[in-house]
């Protein structure tokens, strides 16, 4: 049985995209794309050298796309205090009294919760918004 070009780079694409569903890792996609490429490239009759090529631009092309939108989003806020996580963050609660340190105890959806006063100034009474949440501990500013 005689493998042409392109199935040979049909069957890198398929395991580069076998590897990747094994390692979780989206670059061997992007890699498999390149193959990809370069099967198409087979089947128009180019040489070997401009099936390496072709693969090469597009797979290393997706890559670094892939690498500067990771890079944009590495500064997104920590789970605790991302409200695209957590639904409780920028919600109001009502605050009756604080201690010495800055903590209370306030009632949330229900619940008695701590909380633990995180802005600026001094801690009065009076509404509050929920900064953040560690563990069971409302960090709450004005």
């Known amino acids: 049985m005689d493998w042409s070009a392109s199935t040979t780079w049909w069957v890198i694409a398929g395991a580069l995209v076998a590897a990747e569903l094994t390692s ?11 193959a990809a490429a370069a099967a198409l490239g ?6 070997l050298s401009s099936q390496l090529l072709a693969a090469a631009v597009v797979g290393g092309s997706a890559v670094v796309v892939c690498l500067r939108r990771r890079s944009r989003r590495a500064h997104a806020l920590p789970a605790q205090r991302n409200p695209d996580v957590n639904l409780d963050i920028g919600q109001r609660v009502q605050v009756a009294h604080w201690q010495d340190d800055k903590t209370t105890q306030v009632h949330y959806r229900g ?26 501990c409302l960090l709450l500013s004005r």
């Open 111 to 136: 619940a008695a919760w701590q909380a633990r006063f995180v802005g600026h100034g001094e801690a009065s009474p009076g509404l509050h918004v929920i900064h953040a949440i560690e563990g069971n």
């Open 42 to 47: 087979a089947l128009l009759g180019l040489p």
């Open 24 to 34: 979780g890792t989206f670059y061997l996609l992007m890699l498999a794309l390149g």
